[in-house]
């Protein structure tokens, strides 16, 4: 094929590289640029300064080449052989080499050799050579590496021409590949982007850092990817790829933001932007492609939205609400939520500075005035008040406000939040009152040994003196008087041991609607005549594990609280049911926390003159008490109190000035392989023979007190002051028929000394006795439940009882 003279042909190598860069680099032609980007030569200006190299083994020929171009301004070289020339391309570092027909080596291995030469391999090469037919010369030239071909001889004003042409292209191209480099650097320090280019099948063509910062990929790795490998599973299924790809085509730009896959497959928030790019002719040469890893930032977001939602739920559920008042006008406007917050129907509120106080406890309203609707402009204030609900309750609720100000010293307008806190309240009370309680069941735990030995002596000696006086004796008035405020003691600390849930207990299992049957006779003959008693007991109800004589105890002191509250009589009843305890039941009973379960649950209400919301909420309290002095302790409902929560119970009650009162005890349901024991077993024959008691105790006026409440009640008595002493009693004189003992004395307890002998007597009857509370001498580890014990103070027919019943106990197989 032939070339018109003078035309320039580019071979595919040639192109420029512009539009080579979508083309995966291992497609190159084997001479064309690799993975660096070649450096661009110092001299490429088409100046009197350009070097033009000429090999022509022809003097005639070469001075033809030569002379237009040194009269055009360049400077020329010249070499007759190939290897003069590739000596000169080496030195000289020409711009351009032209080149003929040589005598040692052809053009076209002098171009070969400039090619493989880093050096040279960007060298414009000319190549000059006869025309042959059918133009063979031409395509060898061109696909041998030159850059354009002339035919011999040449038009010297083409061969100025042409050299003129190669180096303003060549000047481009190194203006092209200097853009390139300083565009491939920048995009290899930006780190904080991904930005790579696609070709038109969505195959991966460059790389930069953040490439590998975002998605994890090194070069050799990410280059030649599919695309759609960076979508997530169902981002592909959904055809998202493709679609994001039709619309840069259509539209030229297509935004997302998603969520992509990195490398390792874990996933990233990216936004990014995907631009098509076209050639000259709008023909699609690929895609750009920029992404932004805002992971952090999508997840922060995403909290904060959470948080948003939560927070606006937690305003609902905490009852929230806000308020805005003008001082000027005294207009306050209630923000949504308000109203529930205050108890108060939507739409109701006035509107006004004295409607909003009218809502507030009258003992409250100064406070609220000065504090939450007229604060001063120094700091934030906030109180904690009630307010009167619609419905007749009452709520607490922690309001802060702050003044807004117009101008110096003057407010334009007061901001407030308040939040109910009437739970918090009532948990702190309940705490309280538990304080409180612990507080008096400690001091009545650590003084009850010593009031109960101090009570037994003085009962004791009492109880002698009135023997040896006659019955007819005016003294024995005195005497009985004496005796009577030492019971009235007694009964007092074991109200204290009870209240502070110390008392010793004989656990059995039983059910309330026997007892109550058992004491309908008695609760009327307490209440009087002018009082109505009524059961109404559930069948169905189960039974419960607890002290039956302190559930008796408890409903004779409910009956005798119910009796005062009614002075002209009235009413009262006594009601049992079967209780599931569920969520929903459990959301109703916000007084009072009791876990899911079975109880049974014991009502006693009365038709008395009920109490104000103060007197309910003191009424477990300890020494509490309405009535006048001398006519009551203050201990009843406390001691009440007390023997319910010994037994696992809970117990509240509901009143209101006119209304009468409503105590509700809950008492969890037994196991379900306790047996009841409701009829009481036979008792012993507590007339046989008496025998000898080894008496230990370490207190002399009580030693001598129950030695002679033992010789009175027919027993023999060796009595000792201490263990040790005892022991040595036992390895001396004749056995014992039982043993009664302290348990809290100096030097070896009473325990110790018992479990001794268990161990080396074990068929000798053992009796504990103490004046200390049952839990207290079990958590000091001087008493194991299950050991028979007596309670100081107790009798002498008591005592004797509790020692012939130890003697039947232990003769049993």
Same mark, same amino acid.
């Given at each position: 094929?032939?070339?018109?003279?003078?035309?320039?042909?580019?071979?595919?190598?040639?192109?420029p590289?512009?539009?080579r860069?979508?083309?995966?680099?291992?497609?190159f032609?084997?001479?064309?640029?690799?993975?660096?980007i070649?450096?661009?030569?110092?001299?490429?200006?088409?100046?009197?300064?350009?070097?033009?190299?000429?090999?022509?083994?022809?003097?005639?020929?070469?001075?033809?080449?030569t002379r237009?171009?040194?009269?055009?301004?360049?400077?020329?070289?010249?070499?007759?052989?190939?290897?003069?020339?590739?000596?000169?391309?080496?030195?000289?570092?020409?711009?351009?080499?032209?080149?003929?027909?040589?005598?040692?080596?052809d053009?076209?291995a002098?171009?070969?050799?400039?090619?493989?030469?880093?050096?040279?391999?960007?060298?414009?090469?000319?190549?000059i050579?006869?025309?042959?037919?059918?133009?063979?010369?031409?395509?060898?030239?061109?696909?041998g590496?030159?850059?354009?071909?002339?035919?011999?001889?040449?038009?010297?004003?083409?061969?100025?021409?042409?050299?003129?042409?190669?180096l303003?292209?060549?000047?481009?191209e190194?203006?092209?590949?200097?853009?390139?480099a300083?565009?491939?650097?920048?995009?290899?320090?930006?780190?904080?982007?991904a930005i790579?280019?696609?070709t038109?099948?969505?195959?991966?063509?460059?790389?930069?850092?953040?490439?590998?910062?975002?998605?994890?990929?090194?070069?050799d790795e990410?280059?030649?990817?599919?695309?759609?490998?960076?979508?997530t599973?169902?981002?592909?299924?959904?055809?998202?790829?493709?679609?994001?790809?039709?619309?840069?085509?259509?539209?030229?730009?297509?935004?997302?933001?998603?969520?992509?896959l990195?490398?390792?497959?874990?996933?990233?928030?990216?936004?990014?932007?995907t631009?098509?790019?076209?050639?000259?002719?709008?023909?699609?040469?690929?895609?750009?492609?920029?992404?932004?890893?805002?992971?952090?930032?999508?997840?922060?977001?995403?909290?904060?939205?959470?948080?948003?939602?939560?927070?606006?739920?937690a305003?609902?559920?905490?009852?929230?609400?806000?308020?805005?008042?003008?001082?000027?006008?005294?207009?306050?406007?209630?923000?949504?939520g308000?109203?529930a917050?205050?108890?108060?129907p939507?739409g109701?509120?006035a509107?006004?500075?004295?409607?909003?106080?009218?809502?507030?406890?009258?003992?409250?309203?100064t406070r609220?005035?000065?504090?939450?609707?007229?604060?001063?402009?120094?700091?934030?204030?906030?109180?904690?008040?009630?307010?009167?609900?619609?419905?007749?309750?009452?709520?607490?609720?922690?309001?802060?406000?702050?003044?807004?100000?117009?101008?110096?010293?003057?407010?334009?307008?007061?901001?407030?939040?308040?939040?109910?806190?009437?739970?918090?309240?009532?948990?702190?009370?309940?705490?309280?009152?538990?304080?409180k309680?612990?507080?008096?069941?400690?001091?009545?735990g650590?003084i009850?040994?010593?009031?109960?030995?101090q009570?037994?002596?003085?009962?004791?000696?009492?109880e002698?003196?009135?023997?040896?006086?006659?019955?007819?004796?005016?003294?024995q008035?005195?005497?009985a008087?004496v005796?009577?405020?030492?019971?009235r003691?007694?009964?007092?600390?074991?109200?204290?041991?009870?209240?502070?849930?110390?008392?010793?207990?004989q656990i059995?299992?039983?059910?309330p609607?026997?007892?109550?049957?058992g004491?309908?006779?008695?609760?009327q003959?307490?209440?009087?005549s002018?009082?109505?008693?009524?059961l109404?007991?559930?069948?169905?109800?189960?039974?419960?594990?607890?002290?039956?004589?302190?559930?008796?105890?408890?409903i004779?002191?409910l009956?005798?609280?119910a009796r005062?509250?009614m002075?002209?009589?009235?009413?009262?009843?006594?009601?049992?049911?079967?209780?599931?305890?569920?969520?929903?039941?459990?959301?109703?009973?916000e007084?009072?926390?009791?876990?899911l379960?079975?109880?049974?649950?014991?009502?006693?209400?009365?038709?008395g003159?009920?109490?104000?919301?103060?007197?309910?909420q003191?009424?477990?309290?300890?020494?509490?008490?309405?009535?006048?002095?001398?006519?009551?302790?203050?201990?009843?409902?406390?001691?009440?109190?007390?023997?319910?929560?010994?037994?696992?119970?809970?117990?509240?009650?509901?009143?209101?000035?006119?209304? =009468?009162?409503? $105590?509700h005890?809950?008492?969890?349901? *037994?196991? /379900?392989? %306790?047996?009841? #024991? !409701?009829? &009481?077993? +036979?008792?012993?024959?507590h007339?046989?023979g008496?025998?000898?008691?080894?008496?230990?105790?370490?207190?002399?006026?009580?030693r001598?007190v129950?030695?002679?409440?033992l010789v009175?009640? =027919?027993?023999? $008595?060796h009595?000792?002051s201490?263990? *040790?002493? /005892?022991? %040595?009693?036992? #390895? !001396?004189? &004749?056995? +014992?028929?039982?043993?009664?003992?302290?348990?809290?004395?100096?030097?070896?307890?009473?325990?110790?000394?018992?479990?001794g002998?268990?161990?080396?007597?074990?068929?000798?009857?053992?009796?504990?006795?103490?004046?200390?509370?049952?839990?207290?001498?079990?958590?000091?580890?001087?008493?194991?439940?299950?050991?028979?014990?007596?309670?100081?103070?107790?009798?002498?027919?008591?005592?004797a009882?509790?020692?012939?019943?130890?003697?039947?106990?232990?003769?049993?197989?």
């Amino acid at each position: 094929m032939s070339t018109p003279r003078g035309r320039m042909c580019w071979p595919p190598a040639r192109q420029p590289s512009i539009l080579r860069r979508l083309i995966p680099r291992n497609d190159f032609p084997p001479h064309s640029e690799d993975a660096s980007i070649p450096q661009p030569r110092a001299r490429v200006a088409i100046s009197p300064t350009a070097t033009v190299l000429v090999a022509e083994e022809n003097d005639g020929s070469r001075v033809a080449i030569t002379r237009p171009l040194q009269n055009a301004g360049y400077r020329v070289v010249e070499a007759a052989t190939g290897a003069g020339a590739l000596r000169l391309a080496k030195l000289e570092r020409p711009d351009l080499a032209i080149l003929d027909g040589l005598p040692d080596l052809d053009g076209l291995a002098i171009t070969g050799r400039l090619r493989a030469d880093p050096a040279t391999r960007s060298l414009p090469i000319l190549f000059i050579s006869r025309v042959s037919e059918g133009g063979t010369a031409q395509a060898r030239a061109l696909e041998g590496g030159a850059d354009a071909w002339l035919p011999h001889p040449p038009d010297p004003e083409v061969v100025v021409a042409t050299a003129r042409a190669l180096l303003r292209v060549s000047r481009a191209e190194a203006t092209l590949h200097a853009h390139e480099a300083r565009t491939r650097m920048l995009l290899e320090q930006v780190q904080e982007h991904a930005i790579f280019l696609l070709t038109p099948d969505a195959r991966v063509a460059s790389w930069n850092e953040g490439v590998r910062r975002a998605l994890g990929y090194d070069e050799d790795e990410f280059i030649g990817l599919d695309a759609r490998a960076l979508f997530t599973p169902e981002d592909r299924v959904a055809g998202v790829p493709e679609q994001e790809l039709a619309t840069a085509r259509a539209t030229g730009v297509a935004s997302d933001d998603r969520w992509m896959l990195r490398k390792d497959g874990t996933r990233l928030w990216a936004s990014g932007a995907t631009s098509a790019l076209r050639d000259h002719g709008d023909q699609l040469a690929g895609y750009a492609k920029v992404l932004r890893d805002l992971t952090e930032t999508k997840r922060a977001q995403d909290a904060l939205r959470d948080s948003q939602h939560r927070l606006q739920i937690a305003v609902s559920t905490a009852r929230l609400g806000s308020w805005d008042h003008d001082p000027s006008t005294g207009a306050v406007t209630w923000l949504p939520g308000t109203a529930a917050l205050f108890g108060q129907p939507e739409g109701a509120f006035a509107g006004t500075a004295d409607a909003f106080l009218d809502l507030i406890h009258p003992d409250d309203r100064t406070r609220v005035r000065e504090a939450i609707l007229t604060p001063d402009l120094e700091a934030e204030r906030g109180l904690e008040f009630r307010v009167l609900r619609a419905d007749g309750a009452v709520a607490w609720i922690y309001g802060t406000s702050q003044a807004q100000p117009e101008s110096p010293g003057r407010i334009a307008r007061v901001v407030g939040v308040g939040i109910d806190v009437t739970e918090q309240k009532m948990s702190q009370e309940r705490v309280q009152l538990a304080a409180k309680m612990q507080a008096v069941g400690q001091l009545a735990g650590g003084i009850a040994h010593e009031i109960n030995n101090q009570i037994m002596a003085l009962m004791g000696f009492t109880e002698f003196l009135g023997t040896s006086l006659p019955a007819e004796d005016a003294r024995q008035n005195d005497l009985a008087e004496v005796t009577k405020a030492a019971k009235r003691v007694a009964f007092i600390t074991r109200q204290l041991l009870a209240f502070s849930r110390q008392e010793m207990r004989q656990i059995t299992t039983f059910t309330p609607n026997t007892v109550l049957s058992g004491m309908e006779g008695l609760l009327q003959r307490v209440l009087g005549s002018d009082f109505a008693c009524l059961l109404e007991l559930d069948p169905r109800v189960d039974a419960v594990e607890m002290d039956p004589a302190q559930f008796e105890g408890i409903i004779l002191n409910l009956a005798l609280n119910a009796r005062d509250a009614m002075p002209r009589g009235g009413r009262l009843t006594i009601s049992t049911g079967a209780l599931q305890m569920d969520d929903a039941l459990q959301q109703t009973h916000e007084s009072v926390e009791i876990p899911l379960g079975r109880y049974v649950r014991i009502t006693i209400n009365d038709t008395g003159h009920g109490m104000d919301e103060a007197t309910r909420q003191r009424a477990f309290e300890p020494f509490f008490t309405t009535k006048p002095v001398g006519q009551g302790t203050g201990l009843g409902l406390a001691s009440v109190y007390g023997v319910v929560k010994q037994s696992n119970g809970f117990i509240w009650l509901e009143s209101a000035p006119g209304r =009468g009162t409503t $105590v509700h005890i809950d008492l969890p349901v *037994a196991q /379900a392989d %306790a047996v009841p #024991a !409701d009829a &009481p077993s +036979p008792g012993h024959d507590h007339q046989a023979g008496a025998g000898t008691v080894l008496l230990v105790e370490d207190e002399n006026n009580l030693r001598d007190v129950l030695s002679r409440m033992l010789v009175q009640e =027919g027993f023999r $008595v060796h009595a000792v002051s201490d263990a *040790a002493t /005892a022991l %040595a009693a036992l #390895a !001396d004189r &004749p056995r +014992p028929d039982v043993v009664l003992t302290d348990l809290v004395m100096p030097g070896m307890s009473g325990w110790e000394f018992g479990q001794g002998l268990a161990r080396t007597m074990p068929d000798l009857p053992l009796v504990y006795m103490t004046g200390y509370a049952e839990e207290e001498v079990i958590r000091r580890g001087l008493y194991q439940p299950g050991a028979t014990l007596l309670r100081k103070p107790f009798t002498a027919p008591e005592l004797a009882a509790t020692l012939r019943d130890a003697r039947l106990t232990a003769r049993r197989p």
